[in-house]
Nanobody, 114 residues
């Protein structure tokens, strides 16, 4: 079992920055990938960024060059640094971990005003 707790969401103006954090606990040594997804009401949950152990990060085209995912293995935490935020980045952001199946955090709201 893996438990994920997110933090760092909030409100920011266009062009601003936010950093999301996701702390993992439980069977952390078996996690093969961690990432971030986002969802707006009425739409599916979409991948934002993912870091597979031993591989380079992958990003959605819409966030390339603006968002950076990083993982601190010592702190069992994954981060999403979001720069140059746009109103279309407004969503609930979910942390994801993969260990035989998908585990999800509770979600954190990010609101970007124009």
């Amino acid at each position: 079992q893996v438990q994920l707790v997110e933090s760092g969401g909030g409100w920011v103006q266009t062009g601003g920055s936010l950093r999301l954090s996701c702390a993992a606990s439980g069977s952390i040594f078996s996690i093969t990938a961690m990432g971030w997804y986002r969802q707006v009401p009425g739409k599916q949950r979409d991948l934002v960024a993912i870091k597979v152990t031993g591989s380079s990060p992958k990003y959605a085209d819409s966030v390339k060059g603006r968002f950076t995912i990083s993982r601190d293995y010592a702190k069992n935490t994954v981060y999403l640094q979001m720069n140059s935020l746009k109103p279309e980045d407004t969503a609930v952001y979910y942390c994801n971990a993969i260990y035989n199946k998908d585990y999800w955090g509770q979600g954190t709201q990010v609101t970007v005003s124009s």
